[in-house]
């Protein structure tokens, strides 16, 4: 038997909710109600940093070969890209509809705005090397980052629209997941 936390609201004169926690015994074998989602999060959100990191990889050798003085700020945008996959994450497992929509935006806008860096860097360009300037070649790996990163947004969109939404069942309760109103 596992012991889970219900949380019960009281309210007062003032119109203020005071919450009370209260142990009870549940057991293990009890039916857990629909969780959000069609599918689970955690498999696609893996996805999702797999495909950032190998992005990240590609488009970070790229810097080092041929732009070194913009190594770090690639690190620190990716950093960002990162922090706000996981604010995503927080905001769905917490089931806050809009830090999640409005991460989602900033997600697709920062995603385009790399996008349209490494476009803008793929084609062959002059370049200068000291004293002297030579004519980089085009780089098509900075088409697969870019494939990459819109693969990243459109994952990002479908659990949004589709595979985020709904209901699914699962076998067994996990402790602490029973929250009831207070009667």
């Known amino acids: 038997m596992a012991a889970t936390i219900k949380f019960q609201a009281l309210q007062s004169g003032t119109g203020s909710a005071h919450y009370i926690l209260r142990k009870d015994r549940v057991a293990e074998d009890q039916p857990q109600g629909p969780l959000p989602g069609r599918v689970p999060w955690r498999p696609l959100a893996v996805a999702v940093l797999v495909f950032t990191a190998i992005s990240a990889g590609i488009v970070l050798h790229f810097a080092y070969t041929y732009r070194p003085f913009l190594l770090l700020h690639l690190v620190a ?98 402790p602490g997941s029973e929250m009831t109103p207070m009667t």
């Open 77 to 174: 945008a990716y950093l960002v890209l990162v922090a706000l996959l996981w604010i995503y994450t927080v905001a769905y497992e917490t089931r806050h509809r809009w830090l999640r929509l409005h991460v989602w935006l900033m997600i697709l806008l920062f995603s385009a705005v790399l996008c349209f860096v490494y476009l803008d860097d793929a084609p062959a360009r002059l370049i200068g090397r000291g004293a002297e300037i030579q004519v980089r070649p085009p780089a098509p790996r900075l088409y697969w980052a870019t494939a990459l990163i819109v693969l990243n947004a459109l994952l990002l969109t479908l659990h949004l629209v589709w595979l985020g939404r709904g209901k699914r069942r699962i076998g067994r309760s996990r």
